[in-house]
């Protein structure tokens, strides 16, 4: 079965500071990672995945088979980026029903 | 384009009401998700819709849930006897599992129940 762990509930840092938010998924095929965030009033949607390899909004993650994990990282955290952010993990072929993890609620003080 | 739409944005009700939920997804996505997100529990999946296919019910917490999709677009989640732990907000979610998004989730703004 396909499992994903945020091990933080909340992550509270100051504006300009690092950020990782952990992520680590239990799969034993070939998993499709994805990063979504929903800020404040908003709907939740696509910040990043790890196929596309991109860094979006100053954020990056890495897909790190061996440690099976997907952590999100940013090195100097704005307020702006406060949100809740959570990790998921499809299947990149066979069933498209993803798992989420429980979120990590991400609060950027000024 | 529009993206996925949910009404109602809101919805009280009384305990052992009926309730029902819609989606419309974006036009042209053949996958279609329901989730209910609860605070501290993160994203819990309920029903999936992929074209024509039986829908995949696994994630249903109850018989008094259930959900159809007609004409292979709008779906609507209908609540039977509601209870107070079903309060909560239900995402709906589209995806086109077509390149370049594929697995990609497109979210609605959500309906937020309240259960009295």
């Known amino acids: 079965a396909q499992r994903v762990t945020q091990p933080e509930k909340l992550l509270s840092v100051f504006k300009g500071a690092p950020v990782e938010l952990k992520c680590n998924y239990s799969y034993s095929g070939s998993p499709e990672l994805f990063w979504y965030v929903q800020y404040s009033r908003q709907r939740l949607q696509l910040l990043l995945r790890?196929?596309s390899r991109e860094s979006i909004k100053g954020f990056t993650a890495d897909l790190n088979k061996g440690e099976t994990s997907f952590h999100l990282k940013k090195p100097f955290a704005q307020e702006e980026d406060s949100a809740m952010y959570y990790c998921?993990?499809?299947?990149?072929?066979?069933?498209?029903?993803?798992?989420f993890g429980r979120g990590t609620s991400l609060i950027v003080h000024p | 384009g529009a993206g996925v739409s949910q009404s109602p944005s809101n919805k009280v009700t009384e305990k052992g009401k009926d309730v029902e939920l819609r989606c419309d997804p974006i036009?042209?996505?053949?996958?279609l998700y329901w989730y209910r997100q609860s605070l501290g529990q993160g994203l819990e999946f309920l029903i999936y819709?992929?074209?024509?296919?039986?829908?995949?019910k696994s994630g249903l917490p109850s018989d008094r849930f259930s959900a159809e999709r007609t004409g292979g677009s709008v779906s609507t989640l209908t609540i039977q006897r509601t209870q107070q732990e079903d309060s909560a907000v239900y995402l709906c979610?589209?995806?086109?599992?077509?390149?370049?998004?594929?697995?990609?989730?497109?979210f609605g703004p959500g309906t937020r129940l309240t259960v009295l």
């Open positions: 979610a589209s995806s086109s599992h077509r390149e370049p998004t594929s697995n990609e989730q497109f």
């Open positions: 998921a993990l499809s299947e990149q072929r066979g069933s498209y029903i993803p798992t």
């Open positions: 790890h196929i």
């Open positions: 819709f992929q074209g024509n296919s039986a829908p995949d």
């Open positions: 036009s042209g996505h053949t996958a």
